[in-house]
């Protein structure tokens, strides 16, 4: 017994990645990889916000720096193109299935574009305020809301635009008081928008009906928010943390902090996997997967390192979780992972 506690005082990692072993001989890990697809050409630069074309199998990947559009089979991961000299700066996408039209924000541009997604032609240019970064697409109203100002515009304050899929052009805007705006999602139930206001540390609670900002929350330890998920059945909002890597857990409906763990630091993207009860979150450490025991509690299962990707996206009808790095210190090359989703 003093063996094992003196083990536990000195050695918290190693006991943790020999748990995580025992999981996995009791029973297969919910992610294995299963391709990594290289990008020698994109030598630097973060990635950002995938699309994915389910009807097309396409993946369409944005790198910031490099100014393309990358373009992947999306069940085999082979890499089909390189599209530069369209978006300066692309950002987040948002694919529209119906028109076959990808909508990108264009950081440098200071634009929403508008692009064939079967050639990646510009159609149409959608001016906006400096710096437009992240945003979500809402197939019900067919409304991408998408954040601007700010920090581009050298401003304390951002818009969320809301910009008409049919339209091509933005139909509003909401005022929101933060110069980062970073994870977006929409929760269909109470008609809100939640958005992470980084450099206030703080969630932003929007009602769709009124436009504006009717509530904000923050709790202590809560920093740099970015990524965010959703448990929209049992009204669970997942937020990252950064600088420690944190997992806040919130009650969507009260703004009650529900709980806290431990995760991946520099997290960017995370998703709830509801038929699975986990959810995964993707940072600069790698890629951690919790599992639901209820609404209330979580345990970590698995970590995954992915070479510093942070940025990720889950397609459950596939089964496949795609994961995209840059080079740096944790690699030589770019490149994409793909895991396959266990049951």
């Avoid at 299935?97 to 149409?124: G, M, R, T």
């Avoid at 919130?250 to 806290?260: A, E, H, K, R």
């Amino acid at each position: 017994m003093k063996i094992v506690k003196r083990l536990i005082a000195a050695q918290p990692a190693a006991l943790l990645t020999l748990f995580l072993s025992l999981n996995a001989v009791a029973g297969q890990e919910p992610l294995e990889l299963a391709a990594n697809i290289p990008l020698p050409a994109i030598t630097g630069g973060d990635f950002d916000h995938f699309a994915v074309n389910l009807e097309k199998n396409r993946l369409y990947v944005p790198s910031e720096v490099y100014g393309s559009i990358e373009v992947f089979n999306l069940k085999t991961g082979e890499h089909i193109r390189s599209a530069t000299g369209i978006v300066k700066s692309p950002h987040m996408l948002a694919l529209i299935p119906d028109k076959n039209e990808l909508f990108a924000a264009d950081a440098a541009d200071a634009s929403c574009d508008v692009l064939d997604a079967a050639d990646l032609h510009l159609i149409k240019r959608i001016a906006l305020e400096p710096g437009p970064d992240f945003g979500v697409y809402d197939p019900v109203s067919r409304i991408i809301y998408l954040g601007n100002g700010g920090k581009g515009a050298e401003s304390d304050f951002s818009y969320i635009s809301m910009i008409s899929i049919d339209r091509k052009e933005a139909v509003g805007r909401i005022r929101v008081d933060a110069n980062t705006l970073k994870g977006m999602l929409i929760d269909h139930k109470a008609n809100r928008l939640y958005v992470n206001m980084r450099d206030k540390n703080r969630i932003g609670v929007i009602d769709l009906n009124s436009k504006s900002v009717v509530q904000t929350w923050t709790f202590p330890g809560l920093n740099s928010n970015a990524a965010i998920g959703f448990d929209e059945d049992n009204h669970r909002l997942f937020v990252g943390s950064r600088n420690p890597g944190m997992l806040f857990v919130v009650d969507s409906n009260s703004g009650q902090l529900i709980t806290t763990l431990k995760t991946v630091n520099i997290s960017d993207d995370m998703t709830f996997d509801a038929a699975h009860h986990r959810l995964i979150v993707s940072g600069a450490d790698g890629v951690d997967v919790f599992a639901q025991d209820n609404p209330d509690n979580y345990r970590l299962i698995q970590h995954v390192d992915t070479s510093g990707g942070k940025t990720s996206v889950y397609v459950p009808l596939l089964k496949r979780f795609y994961v995209v790095h840059t080079k740096g210190e944790q690699a030589r090359e770019a490149g994409l992972q793909i895991f396959k989703v266990n049951d």
